[in-house]
Protein backbone atom coordinates (compact mmCIF):
# COMPACT_ATOMS: atom_id res chain seq x y z
CA UNK A 1 0.00 0.00 0.00
CA UNK A 2 1.24 3.50 -0.72
CA UNK A 3 1.58 6.11 1.98
CA UNK A 4 -0.84 8.24 -0.07
CA UNK A 5 -3.44 6.04 0.45
CA UNK A 6 -3.74 7.20 4.09
CA UNK A 7 -4.43 11.26 3.86
CA UNK A 8 -2.80 13.73 6.60
CA UNK A 9 -5.73 15.37 6.58
CA UNK A 10 -7.34 11.39 8.58
CA UNK A 11 -4.27 11.76 10.53
CA UNK A 12 -6.28 12.79 14.26
CA UNK A 13 -3.52 14.72 16.07
CA UNK A 14 -4.88 14.88 19.44
CA UNK A 15 -3.17 11.48 19.84
CA UNK A 16 0.12 13.45 19.81
CA UNK A 17 -1.03 15.80 22.09
CA UNK A 18 -1.73 13.15 24.53
CA UNK A 19 1.51 11.49 24.04
CA UNK A 20 3.16 14.79 24.42
CA UNK A 21 1.48 16.07 28.03
CA UNK A 22 2.70 12.75 29.06
CA UNK A 23 6.32 12.92 28.76
CA UNK A 24 6.42 16.59 30.16
CA UNK A 25 9.31 18.43 29.02
CA UNK A 26 10.40 16.48 26.37
CA UNK A 27 14.41 16.56 24.97
CA UNK A 28 16.27 14.48 22.19
CA UNK A 29 17.01 11.76 24.96
CA UNK A 30 13.26 10.55 25.01
CA UNK A 31 13.39 10.32 20.72
CA UNK A 32 13.25 6.74 21.32
CA UNK A 33 10.01 6.10 23.47
CA UNK A 34 8.29 9.26 22.15
CA UNK A 35 8.56 7.28 18.42
CA UNK A 36 7.50 4.00 20.08
CA UNK A 37 3.96 5.92 21.77
CA UNK A 38 3.50 7.29 18.34
CA UNK A 39 3.82 4.12 16.40
CA UNK A 40 1.82 1.98 19.23
CA UNK A 41 -1.55 4.81 18.76
CA UNK A 42 -1.18 5.63 14.87
CA UNK A 43 -0.29 1.72 14.20
CA UNK A 44 3.21 3.56 11.99
CA UNK A 45 5.25 6.96 11.96
CA UNK A 46 2.91 9.38 9.92
CA UNK A 47 4.86 12.13 7.76
CA UNK A 48 2.86 14.68 9.06
CA UNK A 49 2.60 13.32 12.82
CA UNK A 50 6.56 13.47 13.20
CA UNK A 51 6.65 17.24 11.40
CA UNK A 52 4.26 18.44 14.31
CA UNK A 53 6.37 17.05 16.85
CA UNK A 54 9.16 18.39 15.80
CA UNK A 55 7.31 21.99 15.52
CA UNK A 56 6.44 21.20 19.25
CA UNK A 57 9.19 20.17 20.64
CA UNK A 58 12.07 22.37 18.62
CA UNK A 59 13.91 18.75 18.12
CA UNK A 60 14.82 19.07 14.64
CA UNK A 61 12.98 16.90 11.95
CA UNK A 62 16.21 15.28 10.24
CA UNK A 63 16.62 14.48 13.70
CA UNK A 64 13.60 12.77 14.58
CA UNK A 65 13.93 10.94 11.09
CA UNK A 66 17.76 9.89 11.38
CA UNK A 67 16.22 7.69 14.81
CA UNK A 68 12.81 6.92 12.80
CA UNK A 69 15.07 5.25 10.06
CA UNK A 70 17.71 4.40 12.28
CA UNK A 71 15.76 0.81 13.89
CA UNK A 72 13.90 -1.70 12.29
CA UNK A 73 11.28 -1.34 14.54
CA UNK A 74 9.95 1.56 13.38
CA UNK A 75 7.96 1.99 10.42
CA UNK A 76 7.46 5.34 8.20
CA UNK A 77 4.33 3.71 5.65
CA UNK A 78 0.97 2.02 7.51
CA UNK A 79 1.75 -1.35 8.34
CA UNK A 80 -0.48 -4.53 8.38
CA UNK A 81 -1.99 -6.64 11.35
CA UNK A 82 0.68 -9.50 10.77
CA UNK A 83 4.40 -8.55 10.25
CA UNK A 84 5.80 -11.38 8.68
CA UNK A 85 9.87 -11.00 8.58
CA UNK A 86 12.40 -13.41 6.81
CA UNK A 87 15.91 -13.62 7.32
CA UNK A 88 18.39 -12.54 3.99
CA UNK A 89 21.67 -13.17 5.89
CA UNK A 90 24.33 -14.99 5.48
CA UNK A 91 23.81 -17.68 7.86
CA UNK A 92 20.24 -18.26 6.52
CA UNK A 93 20.69 -17.57 2.73
CA UNK A 94 23.40 -20.68 2.70
CA UNK A 95 20.57 -22.89 4.32
CA UNK A 96 18.07 -21.50 1.57
CA UNK A 97 16.38 -18.74 2.48
CA UNK A 98 15.72 -17.27 -0.95
CA UNK A 99 13.16 -20.29 -1.23
CA UNK A 100 11.67 -19.12 2.31
CA UNK A 101 10.94 -15.52 1.23
CA UNK A 102 9.53 -16.72 -2.07
CA UNK A 103 7.43 -18.97 -0.78
CA UNK A 104 5.99 -16.43 1.90
CA UNK A 105 5.45 -14.08 -1.10
CA UNK A 106 3.34 -16.87 -2.96
CA UNK A 107 1.03 -17.21 0.49
CA UNK A 108 0.72 -13.53 0.73
CA UNK A 109 0.53 -12.46 -2.47
CA UNK A 110 2.80 -9.45 -1.86
CA UNK A 111 6.27 -8.56 -1.91
CA UNK A 112 9.25 -7.57 0.21
CA UNK A 113 8.04 -4.43 1.37
CA UNK A 114 4.55 -4.59 0.77
CA UNK A 115 1.74 -4.31 3.04
CA UNK A 116 -1.53 -6.26 1.72
CA UNK A 117 -4.56 -4.13 0.66
CA UNK A 118 -6.99 -5.52 3.27
CA UNK A 119 -4.11 -4.44 5.45
CA UNK A 120 -3.93 -7.39 7.02
CA UNK A 121 -0.14 -8.60 6.05
CA UNK A 122 3.46 -6.22 5.55
CA UNK A 123 6.14 -8.41 4.53
CA UNK A 124 9.72 -7.57 4.80
CA UNK A 125 13.49 -8.96 4.64
CA UNK A 126 15.74 -8.40 7.27
CA UNK A 127 19.77 -8.35 7.24
CA UNK A 128 20.19 -10.59 10.06
CA UNK A 129 16.86 -12.16 12.74
CA UNK A 130 20.21 -12.65 15.86
CA UNK A 131 19.39 -16.56 15.35
CA UNK A 132 21.53 -17.72 13.05
CA UNK A 133 21.57 -20.96 14.60
CA UNK A 134 18.12 -21.45 13.75
CA UNK A 135 18.23 -20.63 9.92
CA UNK A 136 16.39 -20.09 7.95
CA UNK A 137 14.56 -17.91 10.24
CA UNK A 138 11.37 -15.93 10.04
CA UNK A 139 9.41 -14.22 12.38
CA UNK A 140 5.62 -13.34 12.42
CA UNK A 141 4.80 -10.53 15.21
CA UNK A 142 7.88 -11.26 17.16
CA UNK A 143 7.85 -14.65 17.46
CA UNK A 144 10.79 -17.09 15.91
CA UNK A 145 10.41 -19.58 13.32
CA UNK A 146 13.13 -21.50 13.08
CA UNK A 147 14.25 -24.26 10.44
CA UNK A 148 11.50 -22.90 7.64
CA UNK A 149 10.94 -25.22 4.62
CA UNK A 150 8.30 -23.77 2.26
CA UNK A 151 5.11 -26.61 3.41
CA UNK A 152 6.12 -25.13 7.46
CA UNK A 153 5.48 -21.28 6.04
CA UNK A 154 2.67 -22.24 4.09
CA UNK A 155 1.04 -23.60 7.21
CA UNK A 156 1.64 -21.01 9.35
CA UNK A 157 0.40 -18.35 6.72
CA UNK A 158 -2.55 -20.13 6.16
CA UNK A 159 -3.04 -20.65 10.00
CA UNK A 160 -2.98 -16.49 10.50
CA UNK A 161 -5.12 -16.38 7.52
CA UNK A 162 -7.77 -18.29 9.30
CA UNK A 163 -7.12 -16.38 12.65
CA UNK A 164 -8.42 -13.25 11.46
CA UNK A 165 -10.73 -11.54 12.68
CA UNK A 166 -10.51 -13.15 15.95
CA UNK A 167 -8.96 -10.35 17.52
S1 LIG B 1 21.57 -14.82 9.33
FE1 LIG B 1 19.48 -15.34 9.62
S2 LIG B 1 19.19 -15.12 11.75
FE2 LIG B 1 21.24 -14.49 11.41
Request: charged content about 20%.
Amino acid sequence: MSKDSVKDSAVDMELLGEILSAFGQVDSNDLIPILQKIQDSYGYLPRIVLMEFSKRTAIPASRIYGVATFYEQFHLEPHGRHTVRCCRGTACHVKGAVGIAEAIEKSLGIKDGETSKDMQFTFETVACLGTCALAPVMMVNGTYHGKMTPNHIQTIIESLKSSQGEG
